[in-house]
């Protein structure tokens, strides 16, 4: 009957094209662009390495543990080496003599890596307006998303990934890495 | 007659060296001339009072007043539960004041944050060198006269 919708069973384009080839069954096939697929893979796979180094990491543990669950959001894995992560949290106070180290541990990480400022004294130093703190890491390294809070609730840590997922699948992503000549 | 208290002990076994004495919220002060700093301490420890624990060492820059700074050390009594806080003077031209490193061994790292962020020098120190600011760090921070915005970086910072 014209006009009429019925269900698709799959048969029904069958020897249109040619008549050896099958089209495949409705709903097996999804169109996207390359660079939004990379996103979205790669916005579920976040692991993490925290460089915890003040009572932030407090929060750190219950924001990764059972009762909040960042593997909920796919960043559940914790890689202890900078070579396998690609978010570096950066929790804590960073010291004028702890800067060098941060600022390796980046270069270390390949890329693609975001990087996630973790509480008010990694953001700007927070209280410690004074010799010895860095005032914000932002003056060391590029830094992806600042989650505010002294410390932060892991419901906000939470807020702050969602942030950084929302980033990366909106991300131009170079998915065959270029050489990047300086 | 009332028991002898180990002030009166101090300045009864030092009467040269000990300046004055006071009671404050229970605790006992003694301020001592720094030159019998060893000798009394090691009184403490090996005396009657059994002064056995060395609790803390700081320093208090007093700016703008003289004598500058004033060494205080704080001992603690394991057998019969007390503190005992024993100070010392510093004039400003003159930081020196003997080690406690050959009576207690955790007197090394005290002495050392003092020497670093206050640039009290300790004769007789094993290891005196910085332990909290990295080489190359100029200036004593926690005197009253480093100044408030003054930031020495490692390594480049952006603006």
């Known amino acids: 009957m014209p006009g009429k919708k019925v269900p698709s069973n799959g048969t029904e384009g069958v ?44 929060e750190y543990m219950s924001a990764a ?55 008010t004294c990694a953001v700007s130093g927070g209280i410690y307006d004074n010799y010895a703190v860095v005032q914000g890491i932002d003056q060391i390294i590029p830094v992806d998303v600042y989650i505010p809070g002294c410390p ?8 702050g990934l969602l942030k950084l997922q929302e980033k990366i699948q909106n991300q131009g992503h170079d998915w065959r890495w270029r050489k990047r000549r300086s | 007659m009332e028991k002898e208290t180990i002030l009166d002990l101090l300045r009864r076994e030092f009467p040269d060296a000990v300046r004055e004495t006071s009671v404050s919220l229970g605790d006992e002060i003694v301020v001592i001339e ?14 009657p009072g059994e002064f056995k624990m060395l609790l803390d060492l700081t320093c208090v820059d007093y700016f703008g007043r003289k004598p500058r700074f004033e060494m205080v050390y704080h001992f603690f009594s394991l057998s019969e539960n007390r503190r005992l806080r024993v100070k010392a003077a510093l004039e400003e031209g003159d930081l020196r004041i003997a080690s406690l490193t050959p009576l207690w061994k955790n007197a090394n790292w005290l ?19 910085r332990i909290f600011m990295y080489d190359g760090f100029e200036g004593y921070p926690l005197r009253k006269d480093y100044p408030l915005r003054r930031r020495q970086p490692l390594i480049r910072l952006k603006e």
């Open chain 1, 65 to 119: 543990c059972a009762h909040f669950d960042i593997d909920r959001f796919g960043a559940g894995w914790t890689r202890f080496s900078p070579r396998q992560s690609d978010m570096l949290l950066v929790v804590g106070t960073i010291t004028q003599k702890e800067a060098p180290v941060l600022r390796t541990v980046y270069e270390q990480m390949t890329e693609p890596k975001w990087v996630v400022a973790f509480g």
């Open chain 2, 111 to 129: 002495e050392r944050e003092v020497y670093d962020l206050f640039g009290v020098n300790f004769e007789g120190h094993p290891d005196l060198r």
């Open chain 1, 15 to 58: 020897g249109v094209l040619s008549p050896e080839r099958k089209r495949p069954q409705a709903g097996a096939f999804i169109t996207t662009q390359f660079n939004s697929l990379l996103g979205w893979a790669r916005k579920f796979s976040l692991f993490h390495y925290p460089f915890v180094t003040a009572c932030c990491g407090m």
């Open chain 1, 152 to 159: 932060p609730r892991p419901e906000t840590v939470l807020d």
């Open chain 2, 34 to 47: 720094k030159e019998a700093l060893l000798p009394i301490a090691g009184f403490l420890r090996d005396g």
